[in-house]
């Protein structure tokens, strides 16, 4: 498999086992990728003035952008990007310097911005904006532009978590057997 992997200013991206990155996407600088990620075509995740992780058996849909905040006076830290585990990201989101927990879906289209927090179990529906330093609550589904707590989740979403960030891991199974 080829990486589209390359350095910042001599920090290069870390990559885990058993990954796929699809040769269109382009993955740049201080990004820490685990084990059984899947990164689909014309994603563009940029950690250059800031860090990007992404926890293992998580999938980033095609066209996704993945970006961070620069440090500065005004915010010492900065907004990195951190994507917890089993994440499922959808076609074409905007992930900027937020945090995500465990078992999320991020529907596609959806946009999270700097500062906001999304613990664990959560659903964003497709095309959400998510407004700087919001916090989203475990267990529930949010929609809308700004996003709003809806419900919520039932079991059998709860279950389709995990089920969705597995059927990736698969998935790109199959495209690391095709491409070796």
Known sequence: MKLTTRPYKGIYPKIGKDVYIDTSSV????????????????????????????????????????????????????????????????????LHGCSLGDRILVGMGAIIMDGVVVQDDVFIGAGTLVPPNKTLESGYLYVGNPAKKIRALTESELSFLSYSANNYVNLKNDYLIMDS
């Open 27 to 94: 993955i740049v600088g201080d990004i820490t990728v685990g084990d059984d990620v899947s990164i689909w075509p014309l994603v563009a995740a940029r950690g250059d003035v800031n860090s990007i992780t992404i926890g293992k058996r998580t999938n980033i849909q095609d066209g996704t952008v993945l970006h961070v905040t620069h440090k500065s006076k005004i915010n010492p830290d900065g907004y990195a990007l951190i994507i917890g585990e089993d994440v499922t990201v959808g076609h074409k989101c905007m």
